[in-house]
């Protein structure tokens, strides 16, 4: 079945960093793709989405492209904040209507 | 506007008691989905509604958990005879239902059960 598998944490990074987080997709059609955001106490996010090959989501700094050479989503961010920490979602929509996660990573920014 | 908002927040509950887990989805959105957050997991499907009806309950464990949406706008999750293994955070999402859009996720409900 579909499935999505992103790196595994915990990340830790210097502020200013630059930022990878890899996901990669398995699925039959072309889904749409997506990261989602868990910051400390509150709920998921929305941060960035694409809906077809090619596309490249973008939002507050970060970007993501959607890879259908190699199947591949990749969140990225050239200069990472304390503020950034948090828990990043990878996730897929194919077929039906219910949302294909990765088990999520842990992203910790240090000063 | 307002997002998608869960009741309780918490909820703490004894084995093989019934619980009832609330959802107020986004104005004007048809569609609406509980998912199962197990600790250092990934959300997990767990049922989705159009409108009124249960349009694909294939992620429901068992017959233990049931969900209803009378009216098209809140749900509610149904948990009979909770078990230690129901602890985990209940999310709601909900999406204007035109087809494969991005869901918005409400707060969730962290279900403890002992």
């Not at chain 1, 930022?19 to 910051?39: D, E, H, K, M, R």
């Not at chain 1, 700094?61 to 989503?73: D, H, L, P, Q």
């Not at chain 2, 609406?32 to 989705?48: A, H, T, V």
Request: proline fraction near 5%; charged fraction near 20%; aromatic fraction near 12%.
């Amino acid at each position: 079945g579909d499935s999505v598998t992103q790196m595994e944490g915990p990340v830790t990074l210097s502020e200013e960093a630059f930022l990878t987080i890899n996901c990669t997709y398995t699925a039959t059609g072309y889904p749409s793709l997506f990261w989602y955001v868990q910051y400390p106490g509150e709920g998921l996010q929305l941060l960035l989405k694409a809906t077809k090959a090619d596309d490249k989501g973008s939002n507050k700094g970060f970007e993501a492209t959607y890879r259908k050479e190699t199947t591949s989503f990749h969140l990225e961010k050239g200069s990472v904040q304390v503020s950034d920490s948090a828990v990043y979602f990878c996730a897929a929509l194919n077929s039906g209507y219910a949302l294909n996660f990765g088990k999520g990573t842990s992203l910790l920014v240090t000063p | 506007g307002a997002g998608v908002s869960q009741t309780p927040s918490n909820k703490v509950t004894e084995k093989g008691k019934y619980v009832e887990l609330r959802c107020d989805p986004i104005s004007g959105h048809t569609a609406l989905y509980w998912y199962r957050q197990s600790l250092g997991q990934g959300p997990e499907f767990l049922i989705y509604f159009q409108g009124t009806g249960a349009a694909d309950d294939s992620g429901l464990p068992n017959d233990r958990f049931f969900a209803v949406r009378p009216e098209g706008s809140v749900s509610t999750l149904k948990i009979q005879r909770t078990e230690r293994g129901d602890s985990a955070v209940y999310l709601c999402a909900s999406s204007p239902g035109t087809g494969k859009e991005t869901q918005y996720f409400g707060p969730g409900t962290r279900l403890l059960v002992l």
